[in-house]
C-alpha cells in the first residue's frame, strides 16, 4: 500500500525547521568568530565568516540533508555548519579565550531561543484563537517562533556536549589540568567516532528528545 502524500502544513513545518537552523548555525558560528576576534584572533573576521549570511556558514550534508532526513522522521532536528577557524596562538590567555570562544556558540542559540520564545507568546496573544488560526499569516509566524526555541534549544544543548569537535568539549578542555592533556589528546583523536556512535545508536535522541518535548508542552500547553 502506498505511503500517504506529505500535508501541505507538515512540508511548511519542515521548510520552516531548515531556515530556522541555517540561521541558528549562522548565529551559532558567527559568535564564534565574533568572541575569537575581541580576544585577539581576527581569522575569522579575515574570511568573511562574522555574517548572519547561511552561505558562508553552511555545510550541504549537516545543514541541509541531515536536518530535512530528521524532520521528515520525525526525529529531533539538529545540524551543524562549516566550523569556523580560529587560531589562539598568538593570544593572551589562549585557555580563557579557549573557553569563551567554545561557550559563545550555545549561549548564543540560548539568547536567540529566549528571543523566540518572547515573540511566540506576543504573536499568540494577538492571534486569532481556534480554527480561524491556521488560515491566518499569523500561523506562519507562530510556527517561526515556536521552532526558532526548539531548535536554538536543541543546537545549543548539542554542541554542549563534551564530545570532540562540539563546543562542550572545548569548555571542559579549558578546564583540564596539565596531568589530563594525555587523555584529552585521545579524547579528540577519537571524539568524531564517538559522536557517529551516539548519532547512528539513538543517544543523541536521546538527549535532546526530552527537552524539545518539555518546550513544545511549556509553549503550546500540551503534548507535542
Same mark, same amino acid.
Given at each position: 500500500?502506498?505511503?500517504?502524500?506529505? #500535508? @501541505?502544513?507538515?512540508?511548511?513545518?519542515?521548510?520552516?525547521?531548515?531556515?530556522?537552523?541555517?540561521?541558528?548555525? !549562522?548565529?551559532?558560528?558567527?559568535?564564534?568568530? %565574533?568572541?575569537?576576534?575581541?580576544?585577539?584572533? !581576527?581569522?575569522?573576521?579575515?574570511?568573511?565568516?562574522?555574517?548572519?549570511?547561511?552561505?558562508?556558514? *553552511?555545510?550541504?550534508?549537516?545543514?541541509?540533508?541531515?536536518?530535512?532526513?530528521?524532520?521528515?522522521?520525525?526525529?529531533?532536528?539538529?545540524? %551543524?555548519?562549516?566550523?569556523?577557524?580560529? !587560531?589562539?596562538?598568538?593570544?593572551?590567555?589562549?585557555? $580563557?579565550?579557549?573557553?569563551?570562544?567554545?561557550?559563545?556558540?550555545?549561549? #548564543?542559540?540560548?539568547?536567540?531561543?529566549?528571543?523566540?520564545?518572547?515573540?511566540?507568546?506576543?504573536? $499568540?496573544?494577538?492571534?486569532?484563537?481556534?480554527?480561524?488560526?491556521?488560515?491566518?499569516?499569523?500561523? @506562519?509566524?507562530?510556527?517561526?517562533?515556536?521552532?526558532?526555541?526548539?531548535?536554538?534549544? #536543541?543546537?545549543?544543548?548539542?554542541?554542549l556536549l563534551p564530545i570532540p569537535p562540539l563546543?562542550?568539549?572545548? =569548555?571542559?578542555? #579549558?578546564?583540564?589540568?596539565? $596531568? %589530563?592533556?594525555?587523555?584529552?589528546? %585521545? =579524547?579528540? $583523536?577519537?571524539?568524531?567516532?564517538?559522536? *557517529?556512535?551516539?548519532?547512528?545508536?539513538?543517544?543523541?535522541?536521546?538527549v535532546l528528545g526530552p527537552p524539545q518535548r518539555?518546550?513544545?508542552?511549556?509553549?503550546?500547553?500540551?503534548?507535542?
Amino acid at each position: 500500500m502506498p505511503d500517504a502524500p506529505i #500535508s @501541505p502544513d507538515k512540508v511548511l513545518e519542515i521548510v520552516i525547521q531548515v531556515v530556522v537552523l541555517l540561521f541558528a548555525v !549562522s548565529v551559532h558560528e558567527s559568535a564564534h568568530g %565574533w568572541v575569537a576576534l575581541r580576544c585577539g584572533d !581576527s581569522t575569522a573576521r579575515d574570511l568573511g565568516r562574522i555574517t548572519l549570511n547561511p552561505l558562508k556558514h *553552511v555545510d550541504p550534508f549537516g545543514s541541509l540533508l541531515v536536518p530535512a532526513l530528521l524532520a521528515f522522521s520525525g526525529a529531533p532536528i539538529f545540524g %551543524w555548519a562549516k566550523p569556523v577557524p580560529v !587560531s589562539l596562538r598568538g593570544v593572551r590567555n589562549p585557555r $580563557r579565550a579557549n573557553l569563551l570562544v567554545s561557550a559563545a556558540g550555545p549561549l #548564543s542559540n540560548f539568547a536567540v531561543a529566549i528571543l523566540g520564545g518572547a515573540a511566540f507568546f506576543v504573536i $499568540r496573544a494577538i492571534a486569532p484563537a481556534g480554527p480561524g488560526l491556521r488560515d491566518s499569516f499569523f500561523y @506562519p509566524l507562530l510556527l517561526v517562533s515556536l521552532y526558532t526555541v526548539a531548535v536554538n534549544v #536543541s543546537l545549543g544543548l548539542f554542541n554542549l556536549l563534551p564530545i570532540p569537535p562540539l563546543d562542550g568539549f572545548g =569548555v571542559v578542555e #579549558s578546564f583540564a589540568p596539565a $596531568r %589530563w592533556i594525555r587523555g584529552v589528546m %585521545w =579524547v579528540r $583523536r577519537y571524539g568524531f567516532i564517538l559522536l *557517529v556512535v551516539a548519532v547512528f545508536t539513538g543517544g543523541l535522541s536521546a538527549v535532546l528528545g526530552p527537552p524539545q518535548r518539555f518546550l513544545f508542552q511549556l509553549l503550546l500547553g500540551g503534548p507535542s
